[in-house]
């Protein structure tokens, strides 16, 4: 604990006076003779204790203490101001400038040891981390040589020992240094032990002290005297000193646990204030009340006392009740009235006697009344102490129900933590009951999904291979195929055509919402063209709308913006909405579709088109512009019922034109989820018989161009672009394909490869199939439906542990079913199959499903081509072996021996290696078609060689050895001998 203290004081006297008292009490002193020590001191080290005197040679005491308070801890310090102005604006002054007390001089030295005492223990009690507790014995012996003696016993055992050589001291210092145990010898000058230990059971703050008396008398009427005064033990003087240490010990360990410390013991020192308007009155009498240990506030008036109050606590109030200004009555109403000072007692001093005067006192508030007269003090020192013990009573009287309604609270807190444990326990044996449940429940809707799922993909494929069948049949009828139509029946199979497309786009939608809900559905962000793309779905509902004399306007977003979205999607998005507003869009109408670039703000607060309307919230995102896009007709309008759940599956609306219900409620609901998935949101706004406007806004997503698009290299060599996530593979396949005389271009993902398709042409593609993210079968189909990219022959590979299996799927063309005549007849022309009189061409068609086989067969059925038929894989390979084609047309997916085991079958071959094969395919392979394929492939690994590793790369201008890389390259020439490198020197043999 630092008890460094500073004295600050002219006088040498008051100096050495002070010091020795200091010391005694254990402090550490710095004297200090002017303001210059002083700040010197405070340079090495800043004190727990100052005592400063007002009046200094070199300046102001007071004036410094805010230097004082500036310096590093200066405000923990205990200042105490020493002054010979005792007056109440002095000590006003004093307190103001930061003192924490202010003592009069002359002073009693041992208040001003005591005070400091008090105040340096309960600063520090405050600011500093706990110490080990290290219990202190106070003695109380008249005999020095015993207390000295007593004293180096106990020191040894770990005890702080403090000394008193009579009661009045011994009182005062525990008081002052609350002690844990006090040792009183009986017989003392003065208040003997006895009454010591009486006076100490008096006072709240100390009565819970143990305490031994001591004494040399024989007999048990000692023992007796002792315990009867309150003494928790007694000793004699001749016993011997292990059996007094012993007993100290017993009696500590029994001693009640303390209580919350008290503000001041009752035989501590205090302040009064005393308040008079005769200076004889305030000099006389306040000597005499210092002279008994009491530090005296003067105040020459009622208001000078309550300012004085305003700032510093005193102890009791002792009021003159004739003054000027606010007499004693006023000054004690006012002091009353103050919650603050309202238990301070209040003693009213005249110089009158009577009833009267006293009653009022009385009622004024006073405590008591006392009529100033010649030998009176000692009667007003008694009054004086009956109203401080009064008070100590009372103050102990408020801690012991304030501990009791604590101890209540804490109980009633207890309880009720014990209820709240109790009911929280309840409510999570709840809770975990719900949770089970709802977890079974969970359970039960994700096997649902999963069996709604793959009966979605097993239907989806068992209705589409009829559909195929009606819609490629009914399409036949129609084009004369099959012999001349008349108009009626032409009509009628037109009829058959458009309903078996529109149950076709029922099953697609089907199947779109629910691999949006299943959270299947990967977004191919790409570079496009908007206005482009916009227009294009423009010209897709045109046809229909001018059939209904119904207007299209178009305003683009303009300058040739290119927009980072999902192309197909978008095209869907765009589809959808105008095709509903050419529905419900009468003749003579009119369809507006705009796009334009906006804030953020507007995109998430604006309601475009009509008045009424609800919209979705935007999600947060990093983007701060979004492009706008909205479909604004000027149809039948949605009545405001309609609205709410106008983007729910299956809301159906009723076409008061047709009178009946349009479309299957699934479009508006994809739309909305589409949009989600892009980070965007939808609105609806309408008026009935005025119109509807649907709107979309999407993040405005900037393509980033990079700054080399591929190495200047010449030209006269065809481009092999290597989808490959293994680079250990890609650097084998690029090596070879250097060497055959390929340039190389490598990308790791499929979502890699399509972000070069707005800039990139290869001649040829390598893909592997089990590729991260975005798989190489849903590559091959969205590769197949870009721009320019739909004829480049793809080898489609897998790699497993060094073993490459490769197959020509759509070395030469992939057609999506249902197929159209037109479609096959482009792709025939443009692998060169064109018929003349002296060249005919022999075409196989291959297909397990007879509906989708005489479909294709009618297709092929044109002038200048022969077709033979066989009925699944395994009849496709007899036929093409026997017969060799110069042309194989085949399912992609068939029970016995699908197509890529036909492909195989044809590779090992030499008669049949060499015939192109178009691949007939779904539009959107299931998760059924995607785990046939890989079956496949794995079966194909497997039985190729497993124990070889890879072989060395050819040299240039040599042929590709057997095995896994010969196997690479005769796929790779198979598939480009069909292009206009087919004659490249390095790769013939």
């Known amino acids: 604990m630092n008890k460094r203290t500073f004295i600050v004081e002219d006088s040498i006297t008051v100096r050495m006076d002070l010091r020795e008292a200091l010391e005694d009490a254990g402090f550490d002193c710095v004297e200090c003779a002017s303001l210059a020590q002083a700040r010197a001191a405070l340079a090495e080290g800043v004190p727990a204790l100052v005592l400063l005197d007002n009046q200094l040679p070199d300046g102001d005491g007071g004036a410094w203490l805010p230097e004082l308070r500036a310096a590093p801890q200066g405000s923990e310090c205990v200042v105490l101001i020493l002054s010979n102005a005792s007056q109440a604006g002095d000590r006003l002054r004093g307190i103001a400038h930061g003192a924490d007390e202010y003592v009069g001089k002359p002073y009693d030295r041992v208040y001003v040891i005591d005070r400091a005492r008090e105040l340096v223990r309960q600063r520090q009690a405050r600011v500093a981390a706990p110490e080990p507790h290290v219990a202190s014995v106070l003695l109380i012996d008249d005999s020095e040589t015993f207390r000295e003696a007593l004293g180096e016993a106990l020191e040894p055992h770990g005890y702080d020992i403090y000394m008193a050589a009579h009661g009045e001291d011994g009182l005062r210092q525990a008081a002052a240094l609350r002690p844990n145990a006090v040792i ?129 606590s005193v102890d009791a109030v002792l009021l003159d009740v004739q003054m000027p200004g606010i007499g004693g009555l006023e000054t004690c109403r006012r002091i009353k009235s103050a919650p603050a000072l309202r238990d301070t007692p209040v003693l009213l001093l005249t110089a009158f006697e009577g009833r009267a005067s006293m009653l009022a006192g009385l009622e004024a508030g006073a405590d008591d009344y006392v009529v100033k007269a010649n030998g009176e003090v000692e009667l007003l020192k008694a009054r004086l102490r009956a109203q401080l013990r009064r008070k100590q009573f009372e103050d102990e009287a408020r801690r012991v129900h304030a501990e009791l309604h604590n101890s209540a609270m804490e109980a009633a807190e207890a309880r009720a933590a014990r209820d709240l444990a109790d009911s929280r326990a309840e409510l999570l044996a709840v809770l975990q009951q719900r949770n089970d449940a709802l977890e079974q429940l969970n359970s039960e809707l994700s096997r649902a999904s999963s069996a709604k799922t793959a009966f979605l993909s097993t239907m989806s494929h068992e209705l589409r291979t009829p559909l195929n069948a009606v819609i490629g049949f009914a399409q036949l009828m129609r084009d004369g195929a099959a012999g001349p139509v008349s108009d009626r029946q032409a009509e009628f199979c037109n009829h058959i055509h458009n309903a078996g497309q529109h149950l076709l786009s029922l099953v697609n939608d089907l199947l779109d919402m629910a691999k949006i809900e299943a959270g299947r559905v990967d977004l191919d962000i790409e570079p496009v063209d908007l206005d482009e793309l916009l227009r294009d779905a423009l010209a897709i509902v045109q046809e229909r709308a001018r059939l209904n004399q119904v207007t299209m306007d178009f305003f683009g977003v303009g300058g040739q913006h290119r927009l980072c979205v999902d192309r197909r999607r978008l095209r869907q998005i765009i589809y959808n909405l105008l095709s509903n507003a050419a529905k419900f869009t009468p003749k003579g109408g009119n369809i507006r579709l705009e796009a334009r670039k906006v804030t953020r703000a507007r995109a998430r607060e604006s309601l475009p088109g009509f008045p009424a309307g609800r919209r979705s919230e935007l999600p947060e995102s990093d983007y701060d512009d979004f492009v706008q896009i909205s479909v604004t007709d000027s149809g039948i309008g949605i009545p405001a019922d309609g609205l709410e759940k106008l983007f729910q599956p299956f809301n159906q609306i009723r076409n008061v034109l047709t009178h009946k219900v349009e479309g299957t409620g699934l479009g508006l609901a994809t739309v909305a989820r589409l949009v989600q998935l892009h980070g965007g949101a939808v609105a609806v706004s309408s008026q009935p018989d005025k119109g509807s406007c649907f709107t979309c806004w999407l993040p405005w997503r900037e393509p980033v161009v990079p700054d080399l698009i591929l190495p200047d290299e010449p030209s006269e060599r065809p481009l092999a672009l290597v989808i490959e996530h293994n680079e250990g593979a890609a650097a084998l396949m690029q090596t070879q394909l250097n060497a055959a005389g390929f340039r190389v271009r490598h990308v790791a993902s499929a979502e890699a490869a399509l972000a070069l398709a707005p800039r990139l042409r290869p001649d040829l593609i390598t893909l592997e199939v089990n590729l991260p993210g975005l798989d190489g079968w849903e590559l091959l189909s969205r590769l197949k439906n870009l721009p320019g990219w739909a004829h480049i022959p793809v080898v489609v590979v897998s790699v497993d542990a060094g073993q490459e299996v490769a197959l020509s799927l759509g070395a030469s063309a992939v057609l999506h079913k249902p197929v159209s005549r037109k479609a096959l007849t482009k792709e025939l022309q443009m692998l060169g199959f064109k018929p003349t009189a002296t060249r005919k061409f022999l075409v196989l068609a291959i297909s397990d499903a007879p509906g989708e086989l005489q479909s294709l067969s009618a297709h092929l059925s044109q002038p200048g081509f022969s077709v033979l038929r066989a009925t699944g894989g395994k009849e496709g390979i007899e036929l093409a072996r026997r017969h060799v084609p110069d042309l194989i047309v085949l399912d992609l997916l068939m029970a016995e021996v699908d197509g890529i085991g036909v492909v195989e079958a044809l590779q090992r071959d030499p008669l049949t290696a060499a015939i192109p094969v178009i691949v007939v395919a779904a539009s959107q392979l299931t998760t059924r078609d995607r785990e046939l394929l890989n079956r496949h492939v794995q079966r194909a690994t497997v039985s190729r060689e497993p124990g070889a590793g890879p072989s060395p790369a050819p040299a240039p201008g040599s042929r590709a050895p057997a095995g896994p890389q010969g196997h690479f390259m005769d796929e790779v020439k198979r598939a480009i001998s069909r292009t206009s490198w087919g004659d490249l020197d390095p790769l013939d043999e």
């Open 184 to 312: 009183v010898d009986q017989h003392m000058p003065g208040i003997d032990g006895a009454a010591v230990i009486r006076r100490l059971r008096l006072d709240p703050a100390l009565r819970h002290t143990p305490c031994l008396l001591l004494t040399a008398d024989e007999g048990p009427e000692a023992e007796l005297r002792a315990l009867e005064a309150g003494a928790d033990a007694f000793a004699r003087k001749q016993d011997d000193v292990d059996l007094i240490l012993a007993r100290v010990a017993a009696m500590l360990r029994s001693a009640t646990a303390s209580l919350p410390e008290q503000g001041a013991s009752l035989l501590g020192p205090k302040r009064l204030l005393l308040v008079d308007d005769s200076a004889n009155v305030l000099a006389e009498l306040g000597a005499m009340l210092r002279d008994d240990g009491f530090d005296v506030v003067a105040a020459s008036s009622g208001e000078q006392a309550l300012e004085l109050l305003a700032v510093q």
